[in-house]
């Protein structure tokens, strides 16, 4: 034994002290003795003559192994000894007041897993003896029978929850051990239900006041059994008034209102369910409670909501005037807990207030609804304007707080909403109300910022409650609101909240908007301090995307003063080379280059130069001086205002529509700026940032310019592809492809140089092996579906004859194979149905009268014909799987195609016949 308990400190305890040679001597130690067949005996006697609670549960350990994993090799005397040596424990050592609670969980978790494994069979009497103890505790060693009970107690509240977790809870996959639990189950309410919920009775009654931990114990076990027990044990006139009275023990009020809740959760039929909520009669108990704990009053609005979602059903199903009552009276109290100062109390009744409104709403779709509907989606409109408003203590800067209060209000906005499509008129007067509240800017001080946000929020969330349609034709209404909103504080308020909630409400309503004088002032607040120039960052950047959709909505609107709207944004549009001394971020400058490049580009292309050309100057003398040369990877300072420019001039004509006519000029100018960044790009050819940004430029361009960026492209792609690599080379390969689409067959001479060095490319960075699940195996599955992609492309723009052009046919049985090899990547099925795609393109393309044929015809025959059979009959291919559709209905597409084309081909009929009878 002594060897045993050394070997154990040693692996388990000991710890610089000991040399790593001497602790895996101790390891291997302890790993052979548990490994031999009469461990288990060893370790039963020695956690009666241990003091070492390490050593103890070490054997329980090994007890735990052998009653999980070899039980069935001890015959009938062994298990009799298993079972006395652990009731002996109990009794003698365990009921010891000051056992360690990790002991007593341990000990309760083997005897659990020995009662499941001879429970009933073999060990019927189980729960006779474990109720014999505590109905007859025996003093031991000079202690008291009172502190034996509290023990004994405690152990057997353990246990019993153990049971519940190995029998009830378990997660169980196997049939027999699922059947096997419910035989326990069945025979455990035949011989001790009864006994146990007696048990119950008396801990929480005779120790609710001195021993409140046990008497919270025995709720939880309580609460874990009700689910399958007889109720009428709980549930009864002598249980309920005990629990009732617990709802004012501050130490046990939660776990009763969880005992509760298990209670009416409790499965069973319509009318039954509402002849235990009238025995319960829950509702004015609850409605008496004067409590101030948050814990507290969750469970209670939590229970509460639960009441209310059974309620609705029940009334669904049996609608009496009991259960309409039953109902009624938990409205009030949900109504009550919705609007609770706490949002985590308040939150709890949400599911509840929910599903009301859903029944409102479909009452009122029958025509059914009634004047107290009417008067509870009044108390509903308060209740969320109450409840949406921010707390005086919110703090706008702590973005974990703001993620919690964005979920809540998200859920009470939906709520609005729902109130919103069944009474407009209603929510419509309520927002007037709440707007009309608004001061003007010399009342500012007498009102709360947080009021103003709230009015200005709901105005905004009836847009989205209601169709585009009803909107437009009540828009008398809200141009009305918004010329309030104007004419008020909102647009210069102090308070962020305020500021943005005012320019996110007039951009949602922007394109109902039709006064033009008011128009002009929306524009000036959101031009100076009040919106792209406020104090606060946040807010700015908001401002500038809100402006761009703005814009987008009302560009013709804007137009007349467009002079002026250029005026105050080009100041704010500076690049420098530091930052912290900018207006505006870098990202909230490209929102408002892209807006002006939308408001201009069509009839006014006379403002181009007022934006390009300073850009193009800077970019002119960066190139000539080349300071980015000098910067470091960990200050490339440069190197970001170069990236800066380019990412900026692409941005600015993201605003130009598809097949503008751009003035010359402005043509040339964007040329230019070709030639500018072809320099820096030899000069920098491995900047990742640079190339990221010269990408964007190009797939600008190409959209632009169309046929005129050929000249600029030409001598731009090979120094892009060489360096690719990564992200880099996704990024190149979706460049390529965008130019394959666009210019098709003009785009022939270019990728006939490129292919092959693509590909090659794309080969030597997909090839080699990489940790299975890794990011790297992950990059790399994506090149490879972005390779399909682009053969996929080319044969799809009538450019498949590039394959076997005189530069690339002599690699055109490797690209063929790849193709092929793709068909049956069973790992992802989108590069299965690129290749299967790519082949029926191919027969689209070599399969017309007087194509050259010749080669295809024999690969058609020997690969084709075989995968569109394999692929499918494969057991790797998921028929389950929707996405698999794709690929079937591509294969389906190759026969149709190959029968128009090779009806006449004998070979291929007698190749199809062969693989059908070999399968």
Known sequence: ?????????????????????????????????????????????????????????FCFGVLQEQILHRHETLDSNEKLHLRKGLMTFLQTKLIQPGSQASLKNKYSQILVLLFKAEYPSEWPTFFTELQSLINSPMRQNGISDSAVTVELLDIWMRIISNIDQEIVS??????????????????????????????????????YSSRPDLAEKCLSNIKAFIGWIDLSLIVNNRFLPLLYSFFTDSELREETSDVFYEIVSRGMDSSSKIDLLASLNLCPILASLNADDTDFLTKIARLISRMGEILLHCVEQVPSEKSKGQLSDC?????????????????????????????????????????????????????????????????????????????????????????????????????????????????????????????????YLMGEGLPDAVVKNTKSFFNQVIIDLTDSCAPGHPHRCVTQIYFETVTRYAKYFENKDYLIKILKAFVDHRGILHPHSAVRSRCCYLFTRFVK???????????????????????????????LEFKDQMSLLESIGLLIADTNQQYIPFILTPLCDKLSELVAQKPYKQDTEDNPVYTNLLCQIIFAIGTFSKGFPLGLN???????????????????????????ELRSKVVFFFHRMVLLLGDQTFRYLEPALPILMVNCGGPDLLTFIALINQMIGHFKEKFEPMIDRLFLPLVNRISEYTTGQVTSDSEEEREK??????????????????????????????????????????????????????????????????????????????IIFNDVNKAMFAVPLDNKFNLSDLASDSVINEIAQIQTVSYTHLRTHETGRNIVCRLLLEK
């Open 662 to 688: 751009l003035q010359p000029a402005t043509a040339e100018t964007f040329g230019s700026t070709f030639q500018l960044i072809l320099i820096a790009l030899r000069d920098m050819p491995r900047s990742l």
């Open 331 to 459: 409205l009030q109290l949900m109504f009550k807990y919705m609007n609770h100062p706490d949002y985590s109390v308040s939150h709890q009744a949400l599911a509840f207030a929910s599903l009301y409104l859903n029944s409102i709403k479909k009452l009122h779709k029958l025509g059914q609804i009634t004047n107290d509907h009417v008067e509870h989606l009044k108390l509903y409109l308060q209740i969320i304007r109450n409840k949406l408003k921010y707390d005086d203590t919110f703090d706008f800067e702590n973005t974990k707080e703001q993620e919690s209060l964005v979920r809540y209000r998200m859920e009470l906005s939906n709520l609005f909403k729902g109130i919103t499509q069944i009474l407009p008129e209603l929510v419509a007067s309520f927002v007037r109300l709440q707007i009309s509240n608004i001061p003007k800017q010399e009342n500012i001080s007498l009102f709360s910022p947080y009021d103003i946000e709230v009015s200005i929020y709901l105005f």
């Open 1 to 57: 034994m002594e060897d045993l308990e050394r070997a154990v400190h040693l692996s388990l305890v000991a710890g610089n002290e000991v040399d790593q040679a001497t602790r895996n001597n101790a390891l291997l130690f302890c790993e052979n003795f548990k490994n031999s067949p009469q461990s288990w005996k060893f370790c039963l006697e020695l956690i009666f003559n241990t003091t070492s609670l390490v050593v103890q549960i």
């Open 553 to 583: 909505v009302l560009k013709p609107q804007l137009l007349p003063i467009l002079p002026d709207i250029i005026a105050c944004l080009t100041n704010l549009l500076t690049f420098q080379n530091q930052n912290g001394n900018q207006a």
């Open 170 to 207: 378990a997660d169980v996959h196997s049939k027999g051990e699922l059947s096997h639990n419910s035989l326990i189950k069945d025979q455990m309410k035949i011989d001790c239900v009864q006994d146990i919920s007696n048990t119950w009775y008396m801990i929480l009654s005779r120790f």
């Open 781 to 858: 599955l994506e090149i490879k579906k972005h390779y399909y992609l682009f053969i996929n492309t080319l044969s799809s723009n009538k450019l498949a004859t590039i394959l076997v052009s005189p530069v690339n046919v002599s690699n055109f049985e490797t690209i063929w194979r790849s193709i092929v090899e793709g068909c049956y990547f069973f790992r992802d099925v989108t590069i299965q149905r690129l290749s299967f795609s790519t082949i029926r393109n191919l027969i689209l393309t070599w399969g017309t009268p007087g194509a050259d044929w010749s080669r295809f015809t024999e």
